[in-house]
C-alpha cells in the first residue's frame, strides 16, 4: 500500500460513528447494533488483477474464490458466523466466460459457507483490467465477538495451520478461511484478542499489539513454516490466512485438549510494555525490516 | 453497460437464497431479516472514472458526493433510511489531495444524511485510475418496503423533480437523493412500486413495468423538462436520480395534497398488458429506440 492510500486507515477512525456502532473502523470488521443480543458484522475487501492475483496465471474461478475467502477470513477473525453477500465486478479486455467463471468462484464458494450473494452490480473499465469488490455481512453474539484490543500480560500467543510462501505454493489461491476455528474459540470464550493473518505475521501481530497495548515475545523457532518457507517467510511473507489469536494462560492448556481442528502453535505470549514484536530475549523483530506486505 | 456484463443482473437472481432474504437481486436494494418489524436493506455501487465521471473536470469532492448519493438514492427508492456505509478506493496516478478529497466528498455527504462510515478498503490500481465503490445500509419497516413490483393496473404513475439534461447541466453532481420524499410515500402507504431513475425514464419504467407484469401509458407531453432538456432527453438521458412511483388511483389527490416537497407530476397510468412503455393511445415508446444508458 502506497503512502496516498495509507491516510484512508487513518482518515476512517477520525469519523464521526453513531450510536449504532459498537465496533467501528479498525479491526477486521465493523459491528453494527441487530439487536440485544447480537451485533451485524460488515467488512469489504477488494480485489485485483496484477495486484492481488496474477492476471495471466490465475483462473476467473481461483480469484472469485479469494476474493470471498479474504472476506470470510475477516468474519472468523472476529468470531462470527457469515450470512451475505454483494458482489462488484469492473472489467475491460476480459470475454463473458472470464467473468461469468469469476463470479462462479464467488457463488460456489458462498453457498459452500451458507452465504447468500444478495445483489451486486457490474461495471466497465475504461482500460484493460479487473477490480472486484465484496462485501461481507455475518452475525455474532453480543457477549462472543472478539476484537483485537483485548490481549493482557501473560496471555498465550497462538497461531493455526503454518505460515509463510503462500504466493508461491498456491495457498493464496486455495486457502480455507479459519470459520470454524474462529467459532470454536468465540464460543467458548478460550479468544481475548484476534486477526487474520493477511499482511505478514509481523505486521498483522503488531496491530494486534498496538490495539491491545501490550507487545509480543515470539518464539521464533516455534513459528510453523509452510512447505518451502523459511522462519523469515513465516514472519513477513504475508497472505496466510491463518488466524493469530491470545488465550488467557490458564485456560492455554485447555484450549490445546479442546482443539478438534488441524495444526495450532503456541509461537509467543504477551507482554506488558510498549507494542512491538521482539524475540523471547527482547530484541526487537520489526526495527530495520520490512514487516509484511501492504497491498 | 456492455453484453459481458449484463449477464450478472441474470445470473444474481438464479442464485439460491438462504430464508433470511426477504428482498433478493433484482431491486434498488436487497432485503434481509432484522428483526420481526424490520428489514436490513443493503446495496452496492461503483463509481469510476472515465465512465461515470469526468475525470478532468470533475473535482474529487464532486465523485465523493456522486457516489455516496447514487447509493442514497438506492435507499430512497425503497423508502427506507440509510445507517451505514463502507467505502473502497482503488486508484493509481492520483495524489494524496486527491483521494483525501474524495473521501470527504463521501464524508460530509455521509454526516449530512447520518450515515456512519464504518470501514473500507484502499488498493493500488496496476495503471493510472480511480475505481471506487460504496456499500449502503439502511432499515426499513416491513409493513412499509416499497418494491418494484406492486404496480397495479389504473395506478397512477408520479415522478418527482425534472428529467433530461442531466450531464450537462451538472445535475448528476449536485443532485439531492430523494430519501425524506421516499421516507414519506413508504410510511405514509402511498407507493405501490417504487424505482429511482438512474438510467433513463424508459428504460427504469421498463424495469417498474416488467417487475409489475403492467405496461404504462406515458402522457409524454407531461414529462417535467430540467433546463435544457428536450422530450427525448427526459425519456432517455438518465442520471436523473428522482423517485419514479406508482400510487392506486383513489389515493392519487390525496397525495397530491398532502406533499411537502418539491415539484410532483402525474405522468401516467399502469394498464394490463405486456410490460411496456407506450403512449397514450397504446403506440410503443420501446420498439426501435435506445432507451437509456446502461453503464
Redesign the interface.
Known amino acids: 500500500?502506497?503512502?496516498?492510500?495509507?491516510?484512508?486507515?487513518k482518515?476512517?477512525p477520525s469519523?464521526?460513528?453513531?450510536d449504532?456502532?459498537a465496533v467501528?473502523?479498525g479491526d477486521d470488521?465493523?459491528a453494527?447494533n441487530?439487536?440485544e443480543n447480537h451485533l451485524?458484522l460488515?467488512?469489504?475487501?477488494?480485489l485485483?488483477?496484477?495486484?492481488?492475483f496474477f492476471r495471466e496465471t490465475t483462473t476467473p474461478k481461483q480469484a472469485g474464490r479469494k476474493l470471498i475467502c479474504r472476506n470470510l477470513s475477516d468474519i472468523a477473525a472476529m468470531g462470527g458466523s457469515p450470512?451475505?453477500a454483494?458482489?462488484?465486478?469492473?472489467?475491460a479486455g476480459?470475454?463473458?466466460d472470464w467473468?461469468?467463471n469469476f463470479?462462479h468462484g464467488v457463488?460456489e464458494c458462498?453457498?459452500q459457507y451458507?452465504v447468500?450473494?444478495?445483489?451486486?452490480?457490474?461495471?466497465?473499465?475504461?482500460?484493460p483490467?479487473e477490480?472486484t469488490?465484496l462485501?461481507i455481512?455475518g452475525i455474532i453474539e453480543r457477549d462472543n465477538i472478539v476484537r483485537r484490543n483485548g490481549a493482557k500480560p501473560n496471555d498465550v500467543l497462538f497461531v493455526t495451520g503454518t505460515l509463510g510462501n503462500s504466493l508461491k505454493s498456491g495457498h493464496h489461491l486455495n486457502f480455507t478461511p479459519r470459520l470454524a476455528e474462529g467459532r470454536f474459540l468465540s464460543q467458548n470464550y478460550y479468544a481475548t484478542a484476534m486477526i487474520d493473518l493477511s499482511d505478514g505475521l509481523l505486521l498483522d501481530a503488531r496491530r494486534l499489539a498496538e490495539a491491545s497495548d501490550v507487545r509480543f515475545a515470539l518464539d521464533v523457532n516455534a513459528l510453523p513454516l509452510r512447505a518451502g518457507a523459511n522462519q523469515n517467510n513465516a514472519l513477513a511473507d504475508g497472505e496466510d490466512y491463518e488466524l493469530l489469536f491470545t488465550v488467557p494462560h490458564d485456560r492455554a492448556d485447555h484450549l490445546e485438549r479442546e482443539w478438534k481442528f488441524g495444526k495450532l502453535t503456541r509461537i509467543g505470549i504477551a507482554q506488558s510494555g510498549t507494542p512491538d514484536i521482539c524475540e523471547m530475549n527482547g530484541k526487537s523483530l520489526t526495527a530495520n525490516r520490512k514487516c509484511g506486505y501492504e497491498?
Open positions: 500500500m502506497s503512502n496516498e492510500l495509507n491516510f484512508l486507515k482518515l476512517l469519523l464521526t460513528q453513531s449504532s456502532v467501528g473502523p470488521c465493523a453494527l441487530w439487536d451485524l460488515v467488512a469489504v475487501d477488494q485485483i488483477g496484477g495486484v492481488h450470512l451475505w454483494l458482489l462488484t465486478v469492473a472489467t476480459r470475454n463473458a467473468i461469468l463470479c457463488s458462498a453457498a451458507g447468500s450473494i444478495v445483489g451486486g452490480d457490474t461495471a466497465s473499465l475504461p482500460a483490467g477490480v469488490t462485501t455481512m497491498h
